[in-house]
């Protein structure tokens, strides 16, 4: 058995690609890629399609069921007649069609259909909430490998530094204006540099293979994008919380979701209520009946004839034991317990935006000061290096100038890419991000 599974996991496919290796993608190229590829856009299509033939099924109740019927039966028995009895056998054939229509069952159909077209609603909204969430996922692992990118740039200008820190001190020491643990320490400065150019080397390719997986792609598939320079991250963001609120109230898909599941609980509470009542039906059948028959020791007889019968049933459940009772019972327990899921999304969408606009206001004070603190720490490497190189500093000084500077870097580069990603998570919070609505088509 075992065997067995692992050789049909062998055999699922692998992911397509659609990714040209030569050309590099902006994001909105790879979000249109993951809305293609990823098998989450896929599978919410495929239960949006599910729940419009369900209800299609409670449509179908508001029409006759017309049904061909065909019937063919042998009867043998002993038939008294006087004091004797005698063999008979009859042989029966009846063929025709038969319709059944319920007339009117006080609102349970309509109600059963109401239901079925909120729980549409809320497949069509989860569809939407799965692009949203694609969308985010594909925007924070670029942002992801935008920020890796960006640092090994970072690190690398850092390592230039260290060396040319290194070759200073080398230099000095060979003219006899240095001593050794000073070039010792600018070794050390280099080697720690080019550590941590390797260290997120590695991270950029683990970004790598994040963002293939959110595209719904083979972490094998090479990937180019946009450097980090050609993206202009905002310094101001004008709307307020409570426009953002507004607008997270009126397009989150999962909120509209609860709100299509609580109409769906009414529509049960409706249907719920209809059992209280009769049920109107209207049953008719006809066609050709034929008969072969035969009483011993008399000869076989046959007849032929069209018959067919109507009627209306009247259907009204007088008892059943707290059925009807206890089914509305959990009907309306159920739709106080999804109006109040509904009020519970609404207060954790509060929350979240909230959230979401304060790391965004967060994130642009700190892009602000990781300029002011890269610029300064510039200044200050170039100084310190030019008075060295004059025998006014210390290498100590140097040293800790160019590590100020490296760290001054790698927070620019964080503090622009953290800008992005915030802006891409409020814009998921908000529902934006969807905006407009994703084109009905297959995936």
Avoid: C
């Avoid at 008075?387 to 001054?408: E, P």
Wanted: hydrophobic share 45%; charged share 20%.
């Amino acid at each position: 058995m075992e065997k067995e599974f692992a050789r049909e996991a062998a055999a699922i496919p692998a992911s397509g690609s659609a990714i040209d290796p030569g050309r590099t993608y902006s994001l909105a190229e790879l979000i249109d890629v993951a809305e293609t590829w990823n098998p989450e856009t896929r599978q919410a299509w495929e239960q949006a399609r599910s729940q419009a033939a369900t209800l299609g099924v409670a449509r179908s109740e508001l029409f006759p069921t017309l049904a061909a019927v065909a019937v063919a039966r042998l009867d043998r028995d002993e038939v008294l007649f006087n004091t004797t009895f005698f063999a008979q056998t009859v042989a029966e054939f009846d063929g025709g069609l038969s319709l059944s229509y319920t007339v009117f069952d006080f609102g349970a159909r309509s109600a059963r259909i109401s239901a079925a077209r909120a729980q549409l609603l809320a497949a069509n909204f989860l569809f939407n909430d799965a692009h949203r969430r694609i969308i985010y996922q594909v925007e924070q692992a670029y942002y992801q490998l935008l920020n890796a990118a960006g640092q090994i740039a970072a690190a690398e200008a850092s390592l230039s530094n260290a060396l040319a820190v290194r070759e200073s001190a080398e230099d000095r020491m060979n003219h006899g204006l240095a001593t050794l643990p000073d070039v010792l320490e600018a070794r050390s400065a280099a080697a720690e540099a080019d550590y941590q150019l390797q260290a997120v080397r590695g991270t950029r390719e683990i970004s790598k293979g994040e963002l293939a997986r959110s595209l719904g792609l083979s972490p094998t598939v090479p990937i180019r994008i946009q450097p980090l320079a050609e993206l202009i991250a905002p310094d101001l963001f004008s709307d307020t919380v409570e426009q953002a609120l507004d607008r997270a109230f009126a397009q989150r898909p999962d909120l509209m979701r609860q709100l299509a599941e609580v109409r769906s609980a009414n529509a049960r509470v409706k249907e719920a209520r209809a059992a209280y009542y009769p049920t109107l039906s209207l049953n008719a059948a006809g066609g050709e009946q034929a008969y072969r028959a035969s009483q011993d020791p008399l000869p076989w007889a046959h007849a032929s004839e069209f018959g067919g019968e109507a009627s209306l049933r009247l259907t009204w459940s007088l008892f059943d034991a707290g059925a009807r009772k206890n089914g509305l019972a959990r009907a309306k327990a159920d739709l106080l317990a999804s109006e109040a899921r509904l009020q519970a999304a609404r207060d954790q969408v509060a929350q979240e935006v909230w959230t979401a606009y304060a790391n965004l206001e967060t994130a642009l004070r700190e892009r602000r000061a990781a300029l002011a603190l890269l610029a300064a720490a510039d200044q200050s490497y170039a100084a310190a290096l030019d008075s060295y190189s004059q025998g006014l500093r210390n290498l100590l000084d140097v040293t800790a100038a160019q590590q100020t500077l490296a760290r001054a870097r790698s927070t620019d580069i964080l503090a622009r890419t953290a800008v992005l990603s915030a802006l891409a998570e409020l814009a998921f919070q908000t529902g934006n991000s969807i905006q407009p609505a994703p084109r009905g088509t297959r995936p």
